[in-house]
């Protein structure tokens, strides 16, 4: 048996030390005179605040925004603005907070897609909602013509129910007519 050894040790030749077959790897031992700094890793800011806005850390994305680290509007390599991502993480305390400071309900992602549809697509009846309170566009479409409605799955009976009623309220309003006038004169 040519590599049979009667030591319960194992040799890494790459690094040439010898590591027990029984605890596994055995770290470098490190110089305790050594000035070398540890390596960090820094990250462009809109990585950190799409990290952010992911984990829902109201306290850093206010921090981001104040410090004007970040803007809102901006299109991330996700092909999303911050708030399409406080969208599909479904924390409306954080859509709130980024609406606080100027994020637009109506922006498009790279396909067309509104912080609404995302709502809407995902199930999120909630958010959908609030951002129907500020008067987003339900008529808004995509670049495959969907508008949110169209994304709406059927099991989700909150959304259902409220789309169902923005579409019996807006069928109540008089519609203007140059004959009659906007009051029906």
């Given at each position: 048996m040519k590599y049979y050894s009667p030591c319960a040790v194992a040799q890494n030749t790459q690094f040439n030390r010898y590591i027990p077959k029984d605890y596994g790897p055995v770290p470098c031992p490190r110089s305790k005179l050594s000035l070398k700094p540890a390596r960090s890793v820094?990250?462009?800011?809109?990585?950190?605040?799409q990290d952010h806005i992911r984990q829902g850390d109201l306290e850093?994305?206010?921090?981001?925004?104040?410090?004007?680290k970040v803007h809102l509007n901006t299109i991330y390599l996700s092909g999303m603005a911050a708030?399409?991502?406080a969208v599909l993480s479904g924390n409306l305390e954080c859509v709130k907070l980024l609406v606080k400071y100027?994020?637009?309900?109506?922006?498009?992602d790279e396909e067309g897609w509104t912080p609404l549809h995302m709502a809407c697509s995902d199930g999120f009846?909630?958010?959908a909602r609030y951002l129907l309170s500020l008067?987003?566009?339900v008529d808004a479409e995509n670049e495959c013509g969907e508008k949110?409605?169209?994304?709406?799955?059927?099991?989700?009976?909150?959304?259902?129910r409220l789309f169902k009623s923005l579409n019996s309220k807006h069928r109540e309003k008089p519609q203007?007519?140059?004959?009659?006038?906007?009051?029906?004169?």
């Open positions: 820094h990250f462009p800011n809109d990585i950190v605040f850093q994305i206010g921090r981001f925004i104040r410090a004007r708030i399409h991502e100027g994020a637009d309900i109506n922006q498009r009846p909630h958010i008067g987003a566009n949110p409605a169209d994304l709406i799955d059927p099991e989700c009976k909150e959304l259902v203007y007519s140059k004959e009659r006038g906007a009051n029906g004169d």
